[in-house]
């Protein structure tokens, strides 16, 4: 079956980087668009960014020019930079797949915005 395997959240500190990244199995990675979704406490889930499978990218306004989404498909990984971070970037992040008109969804991983 096809799995979502997020990591690379943690504390860090406002202004400071994470990367996280996400591994898919069980389906042919490269076609298909992968995203990354958050949800903050108390908040529905919101959509961070995209990348279609021809490397096209769409991301949320309070992203741009922080946040950088990228896809290996030798690797069968997304990722998301993140940089600049801020407390509003706190939340748990959930990597998305879509494609054949299915959508699949990892567990998710923390990522706090803290001093």
């Known amino acids: 079956q096809v799995q979502l395997v997020e990591s690379g959240g943690g504390l860090v500190q406002p202004g400071g980087s994470l990367r996280l990244s996400c591994v898919v199995s069980g389906t042919i990675f490269s076609i298909g668009t992968m995203g990354w979704y958050r949800q903050a406490p108390g908040n529905q889930r919101e959509l961070v960014a995209t990348i279609a499978s021809n490397g096209a990218t769409n991301y949320a306004d309070s992203v741009k020019g922080r946040f950088t989404i990228s896809r290996d498909n030798a690797k069968n990984t997304v990722h998301l930079q993140m940089n600049n971070l801020k407390p509003d970037d706190t939340g748990v992040y959930y990597c998305?797949?879509?494609?054949?008109?299915?959508?699949?969804w990892g567990q998710g991983t923390q990522v706090t915005v803290s001093s």
């Open positions: 998305h797949r879509e494609a054949w008109r299915l959508a699949y």
